[in-house]
């Protein structure tokens, strides 16, 4: 057998490197050429979430509402990098309610209403219009403001290209560097931005607080097939919270996990720490 000369060997090797070993696998994420930031004028940073298409749910999951899987467009939109922090939540609303205070911690112990009374005082602050009429309770998607992110929006964000369990991968043993939950997170929340961030710039899209968002839920909502930006039932019993929080075991920290309460929780028995939210606002571009 003729011997490959050593130079033209280790020029093979090095293509068959460059061509297999380096290319991503379908399952793992997916990372942008550049990530679009933004700070807004009330000193928070802001990430532009580009429009696509993902599967939405997992037919593999914990719980039959996270069936059946289904595509799902969205079009693009800007999400807060960390979730609201008790220091802007302070300036704005005057009062923090976060059991384990520190200004740079998440705020919790704050039910749905709260949370949403915050986006529209945040839009006002900025001379933004409102996305949350209160009575009737109403939002408009259209409006410059800032607002909750629909269920389709959060899971979007959170996989942040990915199809697997968590938006690293599917190997629970290392969500501990990219989450604060039950097994690390000493009985109470972080501060934000200590963890790996997600593909797309976010932190703690996975652990420290379940975050609120826009949707009320439905057990049964992803059987009814909405793919085209869909924004979930407008009314109900309990809204959605997604992620986990800093006591959730890890599949309760899955990209696809869903958990709801009533919407006026904490504002009526002084509410439950592990509750939070990040805003979302609508981009120029789709």
Not at 49 to 58: H, K, Q, V, W
Not at 121 to 129: F, H, V, Y
Not at 278 to 283: E, F, I, M, S, T
Request: contains cysteine; proline residues 7%.
């Amino acid at each position: 057998m003729k011997k490959t000369p050593l130079p033209l060997f280790f020029f093979v090797m090095f293509l068959s490197l460059l061509f297999t070993g380096c290319t991503p696998k379908p399952s793992e994420p997916v990372e942008t050429e550049s990530i679009q930031e933004i700070t807004t004028s009330t000193g928070i940073k802001m990430v532009l979430i580009p429009a696509g298409e993902f599967l939405m749910g997992d037919d593999g999951g914990e719980e039959d509402d996270e069936q059946p899987a289904h595509p799902v467009k969205v079009h693009s939109f800007y999400m807060d990098k960390y979730e609201v922090i008790q220091k802007s939540y302070e300036e704005l609303m005057g009062k923090n309610t976060a059991k384990f205070k520190d200004p740079d911690k998440p705020i919790e112990q704050l039910g749905w209403f709260a949370a949403v009374r915050y986006c529209n005082m945040r839009s006002l602050r900025e001379g933004l219009e409102p996305c949350y009429e209160m009575e009737p309770l109403r939002c408009n998607f259209d409006a410059t403001g800032y607002r909750l992110p629909t269920e389709a929006e959060w899971e979007y964000a959170c996989r942040a290209g990915s199809d697997t369990l968590y938006s690293f991968g599917s190997d629970p043993a290392k969500l501990s560097r990219h989450a604060w939950f039950k097994d690390n997170a000493n009985n109470g929340t972080q501060r934000v931005g200590q963890k790996i961030p997600n593909a797309w710039g976010l932190f703690d899209m996975h652990g420290n607080v379940w975050e609120w968002c826009n949707d009320f839920y439905s057990n049964d909502y992803y059987s009814k097939g909405e793919s085209d930006n869909p924004r979930g039932p407008a009314s109900g019993e309990e809204c959605v919270l997604r992620g986990g929080g800093w006591n959730s075991s890890d599949e309760y920290c899955r990209s696809s996990t869903r958990y709801s309460e009533p919407p006026g929780l904490a504002d009526t028995c002084f509410g439950y720490e592990a509750y939070g939210f990040r805003c979302v606002k609508k981009a120029d571009v789709q």
